[in-house]
C-alpha cells in the first residue's frame, strides 16, 4: 500500500490564517511585502510616490503619498489629498476604502474613507478638505459637487448650541442631533407688517403708527423705518413688506420700537435705532473678541453668543428721552443661526389677517393701545 501524504495548508492559506491572527506579523511577510512592492510600481513607483519615508504596519509611506493595505485591497493616497489625511491624523482618522478618484463633474478628485463614511475632496478651485457622516451623506444626497452647493470649502466644525456646520462654494450644511442635516444657502428676513389689536384711543381719532427697526449680526449693523400707517383701527391689519437681512443664518439681534406718530419724524427715529444697534454692537463684538468664519461668510461660533451683541437694544431705545412722537412698545428678538434654520426650512407659514408670516413679536402695549408686529424667515 502506498503511503499518502498530507501536504497540508497552502502559502495563501497560512498567510491569511497569520493575518487574521497577528496582522502585525503578516505585515513582515514575504507575500505582503510583494503585493505592495507590485501595487508600488504599478502605480509608477517613485516618480508617482515620491521618495520613501517609513514603513509603518499596513501603511508605507512615501513624500507624496502612501499604500495602505487592508483587507479590501491594497489603496493609494496621494498629492493634496495625501496632505490633507496626515493633516487630519492619518490612519487614525480614516483608512482608505478608494484609491483617489475623479468627481463625475471631470473637475475635482476625491477619496473615501472608513467604509466610505468620510471623504477627502480636491479641486483647482476650493483646495482640498474632509467631509463626514450626516453632513457628507446629505451633501451626496442633493448631488455632491453637482448641487447648487458645489465643492467642500471647510472641514467640518463647530456651531452654536452643539451643532457642526460644513461650508461650501454655494453655502453650507448644518447639522445638530435633533435636526438632522440641513442644507442652506442663505435666508432672508422679511417684515410683513402689522395688527392693531387695540387702537390708542386718540382724540385724534385712528392711530398712524410706523416702526422703527435695527437689525445686528456679528458683522453689521442696520436699520430701518416701516412706511406710517395711516386710519389704523382696532381689529385691522396692514399688511407690508420690507427686506431686513439676506445672508448667511450667523444669528441676528431684532430690535423693535413702535411708535405712534404725533409730531416727530420716523428718520430721527430710525437714526437713534441705528445709534444703539452701533454702539451695542462694537460693545459686543470688543467683548467676543474674534469671531472665527469659514468657507463663505459662516460665523462658525457666533450664533448663540449674538445675544452679547445686543443686550438690553430696544430697554436702550425706549430710554432715548426726546422722541417727538409716542412710544407704543419695544421688544428685543434674539435669533440663534439654529432659530434662522428651523425657520426657514422647518417652520410653516402661518396667516393672520392676511398677513403671512412665521414669527411674531409680543403684544406692543403702551398709549392704551396693542399692537403685534409680523416677520417670516425664508430660504434663499
Request: hydrophobic share 35%.
Amino acid at each position: 500500500m502506498s503511503k499518502i501524504f498530507n501536504a497540508g495548508p497552502s502559502i495563501g492559506n497560512v498567510m491569511q490564517q497569520q493575518h487574521q491572527a497577528s496582522p502585525l506579523l503578516y505585515y513582515y511577510s514575504k507575500e505582503f511585502k510583494e503585493k505592495m512592492e507590485g501595487k508600488y510600481q504599478e502605480w509608477g513607483g517613485e516618480s508617482f510616490f515620491g521618495l520613501p519615508e517609513k514603513k509603518a504596519g499596513a501603511c508605507w509611506y512615501y513624500s507624496r503619498g502612501c499604500l495602505y493595505y487592508t483587507p479590501q485591497g491594497i489603496f493609494e493616497i496621494h498629492g493634496e489629498i495625501y496632505k490633507k489625511w496626515r493633516e487630519l491624523g492619518g490612519a487614525r482618522w480614516g483608512k482608505p476604502t478608494t484609491n483617489e478618484l475623479t468627481c463625475p463633474d471631470g473637475k475635482g478628485k476625491y477619496n473615501h474613507f472608513n467604509h466610505e463614511t468620510a471623504s477627502i475632496y480636491w479641486s483647482s478651485h476650493t483646495g482640498v478638505f474632509s467631509c463626514v457622516g450626516d453632513i457628507r451623506q446629505k451633501w451626496l444626497s442633493i448631488g455632491a459637487e453637482k448641487s447648487y452647493l458645489g465643492y467642500p470649502t471647510s472641514d467640518e466644525n463647530d456651531f452654536p448650541d452643539g451643532g457642526r456646520v460644513s461650508a461650501f462654494q454655494g453655502g453650507g450644511i448644518y447639522w445638530w442631533p435633533d435636526t438632522g442635516a440641513i442644507d442652506l444657502k442663505d435666508v432672508a428676513l422679511h417684515y410683513k407688517g402689522l395688527v392693531c389689536i387695540k387702537e390708542t384711543g386718540e382724540a385724534s381719532g385712528a392711530d398712524e403708527p410706523y416702526a422703527a427697526i435695527g437689525i445686528t449680526t456679528p458683522f453689521e449693523t442696520k436699520s430701518f423705518t416701516t412706511r406710517e400707517y395711516s386710519s389704523v383701527d382696532s381689529n385691522t391689519s396692514r399688511p407690508d413688506y420690507l427686506e431686513l437681512y439676506r445672508g448667511k443664518p450667523n444669528g441676528i439681534g431684532l430690535s423693535i420700537i413702535l411708535m405712534e406718530r404725533d409730531h416727530g419724524n420716523p428718520e430721527e427715529a430710525r437714526k437713534r435705532v441705528q445709534t444703539v444697534v452701533q454702539k451695542m454692537h462694537e460693545t459686543g463684538t470688543l467683548a467676543l473678541g474674534f469671531i472665527p468664519v469659514i468657507g463663505v461668510g459662516i460665523a462658525a461660533i457666533a450664533g448663540p453668543l449674538i445675544q452679547k451683541l445686543v443686550p438690553g437694544t430696544a430697554q436702550l431705545i425706549s430710554d432715548f428721552l426726546g422722541f417727538a412722537d409716542d412710544q407704543i412698545g419695544t421688544q428685543q428678538i434674539t435669533l440663534t443661526a439654529k432659530d434662522l434654520l428651523l425657520l426657514a426650512t422647518r417652520t410653516a407659514d402661518s396667516t393672520y389677517k392676511s398677513i403671512s408670516f412665521r414669527l411674531s413679536t409680543n403684544n406692543l402695549r403702551g398709549e392704551n393701545a396693542n399692537y403685534k408686529l409680523y416677520f417670516t424667515v425664508l430660504p434663499v
